[in-house]
């Protein structure tokens, strides 16, 4: 069993950072890619980026140069920084992993006011 949960989201001003945790646990060995996806309401969820267990990368084109995921394998956490955001980056941010199965956390909420 797997279990992923997320934290750091919360409110912050256009042009702010905010950095997202995901921490995982349970049989995550044979977890091989990570990522990060959100939804936004009345939208269906899309891709934010994606990391390899070694280490490879994948962004939304809307994300490249703002946004780095990153991991910490001796902590099997991930990470998500947000930089110069949005207010059309608000939307609840889901931790994704893949194995046989794809594995969702329950989501932190990201609003950028304006």
């Known amino acids: 069993q797997v279990q992923l949960v997320e934290s750091g989201g919360g409110l912050v001003q256009a042009g702010g950072s905010l950095r997202l945790s995901c921490a995982a646990s349970g049989r995550i060995f044979s977890i091989n890619v990570m990522g990060w996806y959100r939804q936004a309401p009345g939208k269906q969820r899309e891709l934010v980026a994606t990391?390899?267990?070694?280490?490879?990368?994948n962004y939304a084109d809307s994300v490249k140069g703002r946004f780095t995921i990153s991991r910490a394998n001796a902590k099997n956490t991930v990470y998500l920084q947000m930089n110069s955001l949005k207010p059309e980056k608000t939307a609840v941010y889901y931790c994704n992993g893949q194995d046989s199965y794809d594995h969702w956390g329950q989501g932190t909420q990201v609003t950028v006011s304006s």
């Open positions: 990391i390899t267990r070694g280490g490879s990368t």
